[in-house]
């Protein structure tokens, strides 16, 4: 009984956030971008601390010489995959969300916003990633660092189609 109390009042209190939903997936595309360029040099720099230790094996070198190779294009590889999945969650959660039209201008305008903030975050990481430190391991991570420095036009694409998921549905029989 209680079940289909909560059931029926989740069902009813469902609103469509097409900025939060946005903001996700601008915060998780900026920060697992970082993590994986400060990943991949924390990676190298334990690297060179093993290859100049006398103690170890030249087999255990060699299989982290290996595995630092593999690293760039596994988890550039990884990073598309999280921004497809998140895009297709995001779009699938938006599109079975009854959201009343005239959210849809307050979204637009809201929308500005988090497309300016996904301009700054872009520059962050562009200027982050262009530091001495970082500019060699850029080149490694070609769909991260496109996709990190292009943040502006993907959240334009995902909020657009988040938009048009959300309220463009038909309704029929109302």
């Given at each position: ?5 909560l059931?029926s ?36 720099e334990?690297n ?18 290996e595995?630092v190779?593999?690293?760039?294009s ?7 995959v ?7 969650t995001?779009?699938i959660?938006?599109?079975f969300i009854d959201?009343h ?7 637009v ?18 200027e ?9 391991y850029?080149?490694s991570?070609?769909i991260?660092?496109y996709?990190?420095?292009?943040l ?11 938009g048009?998921?959300l ?5 029929f029989?109302?």
């Amino acid at each position: 009984m209680r079940v289909s109390i909560l059931k029926s009042k989740l069902r009813n209190n469902k609103k469509g956030n097409m900025i939060l939903d946005g903001s996700l997936v601008l915060v998780v595309l900026f920060v697992f971008a970082l993590i994986l360029i400060y990943g991949f040099s924390l990676f190298n720099e334990i690297n060179d601390e093993m290859q100049s230790e006398e103690d170890l094996s030249d087999m255990s070198k060699d299989l982290m010489t290996e595995k630092v190779a593999e690293y760039p294009s596994l988890f550039d590889g990884l990073y598309a995959v999280v921004i497809i999945v998140l895009w297709a969650t995001v779009m699938i959660a938006s599109f079975f969300i009854d959201a009343h039209p005239i959210f849809w201008i307050f979204t637009v305008l809201l929308s500005i916003f988090l497309i300016i903030g996904a301009g700054m975050l872009s520059n962050i990481f562009e200027e982050t990633m262009t530091d001495v430190a970082f500019a060699s391991y850029t080149t490694s991570f070609p769909i991260t660092y496109y996709t990190a420095t292009h943040l502006v036009e993907f959240i334009i694409a995902i909020v657009l189609s988040i938009g048009l998921a959300l309220f463009g549905k038909w309704r029929f029989g109302q």
